[in-house]
């Protein structure tokens, strides 16, 4: 069979060609060709670009459609229109990169066309790289927490900001969660922007601490998690009208707060939001109307840093901060003693986890099926386990993602935890990275 001719767009006036427009890019539930994922976002064009126009991207790239494994590629590609912007920056660890803008709907295609399933826009724009206009709110919920909680944490994260002088403009994740964006003047540092997430995610907890959590780390986590590290420099997250790589094509929809209380995210999908943006147009489109200050989250950090909180635990490449507490988990924490920065002595020292890998494999359902292996074998073990005890993240490398699951042996009886093991499966692709590195610095 002869390789499919590509199908030309003009957009705009501008072509833009779609190779292997056939292509299944979903194929486990509903049946999407690349060019129906093409088509579904010039149909909501004018609302997807109100989150990522004038910003860089980074391309996420699904080359083998929504159930293959996907990259991050920061560079703009070598080959690209002439009319597709680019602007250069830096990152925490020295490096730069030349990432693509994308400005109209020609551009968003071309992005697609790479295999761009979810759009990933920072959130700064092209003429000031260094003052992000957006604050950004990510609610995660933990293994089995229910919808209608991540709803009510959305529903304080909303008063909060209303306190604080601010407007919040919720979405769903696509996934589980919720976001919630806010436009900022864009006047403040990275830094700034990240330390006022957290003051927001420690409010939020001690509002509704049955609810919420803070905290980095996932074993010391229950219910939603509000990340603050989100907003770290380098961080992006999806933006409204992405589609996620799910079974359903489920779309992360922008909603108002009125939507929220009785809104299902399973509703938002790429069969449902063309129908729904035609109907009401883009619920976020006058969010760059009224920029708000962060001062008021700041005086909430201030306070809490006189209060001896500090700063919260940063991700893992960057580099340490001025006063950051040990950057481990606190399962694989030495003693106190040991500790680089000691906490303020009226803090009690954190329990260690007693955590074992169970799974590590780029594809989600394989480690999830690994999971399911360790608990047939250990069945008197699974048995005790919590909700909340089965932890399963989403690792990231520099080009690589992949799913780890970890189990907490916290709620069973020492004499009966088993060992750790080698997990099944075991395919961490940094693994031949890391050793091919390791060679390279033998003397």
């Not at 486990?28 to 976002?41: A, E, F, H, M, T």
């Not at 250069?88 to 660890?93: A, E």
């Not at 919808?147 to 944490?153: A, I, P």
């Amino acid at each position: 069979m002869g390789k499919e001719e590509a199908e030309v767009l003009v957009i705009g006036g501008r072509e833009v060609r779609v190779s292997n427009p056939s292509k299944p890019y979903f194929s486990k539930g509903v049946q999407l060709s690349k060019l129906d994922v093409v088509r579904y976002y010039l149909s909501v064009a004018d609302g997807a670009l109100g989150g990522i126009r004038d910003r860089p991207v980074v391309l996420k790239r699904f080359v083998d459609g929504a159930h293959g494994e996907a990259f991050y590629q920061k560079r703009a590609p070598d080959k690209r229109p002439e009319w597709l912007r680019t602007v250069t920056l830096s990152f925490p660890s020295g490096r730069t990169a030349e990432e693509v803008v994308v400005d109209d709907a020609a551009g968003l295609a071309w992005i697609v066309n790479l295999g761009c399933i979810e759009l990933h826009p920072h959130p700064v724009r092209s003429t000031d790289l260094d003052h992000p206009d957006e604050l950004r709110v990510d609610l995660d919920p933990g293994p089995g927490v229910a919808w209608d909680d991540v709803r009510r944490v959305a529903l304080e994260v909303q008063a909060l900001l209303a306190e604080m002088g601010l407007v919040g403009w919720p979405k769903t994740s696509g996934s589980r969660g919720m976001h919630v964006n806010v436009r900022i003047e864009p006047r403040r540092t990275f830094a700034d922007v990240r330390r006022a997430a957290i003051a927001l995610s420690r409010e939020i907890e001690r509002r509704a601490p049955a609810l919420a959590t803070s905290k980095w780390w996932k074993e010391e986590r229950h219910g939603v998690f509000l990340d603050y590290n989100q907003n770290a420099k380098d961080r992006t997250t999806c933006s409204a009208y992405s589609i996620r790589p799910l079974p359903d094509a489920r779309v992360s929809a922008p909603l108002v707060w009125g939507d929220v209380p009785d809104c299902d995210a399973a509703d938002f999908t790429v069969l449902t939001m063309p129908a729904r943006f035609a109907a009401i147009g883009d619920p976020h489109a006058t969010m760059d109307d009224a920029p708000g200050s962060l001062d008021e989250l700041l005086e909430l950090a201030e306070r809490d840093d006189a209060a001896g909180l500090g700063d919260a635990p940063w991700p893992p490449h960057f580099r340490k901060a001025d006063g950051e507490a040990p950057r481990v988990a606190p399962s694989r924490a030495k003693g106190a003693g040991d500790a680089a920065v000691k906490p303020p002595a009226k803090k009690a020292p954190r329990a260690r986890m007693p955590l074992v890998v169970v799974a590590n494999s780029p594809d989600k359902e394989a480690a999830l099926a690994g999971l399911e292996r360790w608990k047939a074998k250990h069945p008197e073990v699974a048995s005790h386990l919590a909700v909340d005890d089965v932890l399963v993240d989403a690792m990231r490398g520099r080009s690589s993602t992949w799913t780890r699951v970890r189990v907490n042996l916290r709620h069973v009886p020492e004499e009966q935890r088993p060992p750790q093991e080698t997990p099944d499966p075991d395919d961490d692709p940094t693994r031949a990275w890391c050793a091919k590195k390791d060679g390279a610095e033998m003397p």
